[in-house]
């Protein structure tokens, strides 16, 4: 059988608990008490003096009020792209194709146009063409292995 009456005093110790800490929540520390970080990231401590080694860094901003100076300034510029390969006229009618004949019968119906059987049936196959087209083009560049003389990944 459970014991209703200590249940209730433990609540009521959590709830004195709890209103102690929102009394002492605006008090401020003692300050006989240790930090609780080394001394080198107090900021108090790190606004006076400035680094041990005399090299200029993160913190002599603090002590001079400017910015130590970036020794990277040289940073990574990548080189320009390459251009972009040209299309051919097939393989630009077979993305037509693919984009085209289902662009077509989406705003044709969309618009509530007739449609004759023969502008659907080119569409159809304006899609399946231009789906044929692109996955016959596909390059294998590398030539089929056996199991044996793995390469791994190859870039």
Same mark, same amino acid.
């Given at each position: ?24 929540? +605006? ?6 008490? #240790?930090? *609780?970080? !080394?001394?080198? /990231?107090?900021?108090?401590?790190? %606004? ?24 990277? +300034? ?6 320009? #792209?390459? *251009?972009? !390969?040209?299309? /051919?006229?097939?393989?630009?009618? %077979? ?61």
């Amino acid at each position: 059988m459970p014991d209703w009456d200590n249940a209730e005093q433990k609540g009521s110790d959590e709830d004195a608990a709890w209103r102690d800490l929102v009394a002492r929540f +605006d008090t401020p520390a003692a300050s006989d008490q #240790p930090s *609780p970080w !080394p001394d080198r /990231e107090d900021p108090e401590v790190t %606004a006076v003096q400035p680094e041990a080694s005399g090299t200029p860094g993160a913190s002599s901003w603090r002590t001079t009020g400017k910015p130590a100076p970036d020794p990277d +300034d040289g940073h990574f510029v990548p080189p320009p #792209p390459p *251009p972009l !390969p040209r299309l /051919e006229p097939l393989t630009k009618a %077979a993305w037509a194709g693919l984009f085209g004949g289902p662009a077509y019968l989406l705003v044709a119906t969309a618009a509530r146009w007739s449609m004759p059987g023969i502008a659907v049936f080119c569409a159809i196959a304006a899609f399946v063409a231009g789906v044929a087209l692109l996955v016959l083009r596909l390059n294998d560049s590398d030539p089929p292995s056996s199991g044996d003389d793995d390469d791994g990944a190859v870039v």
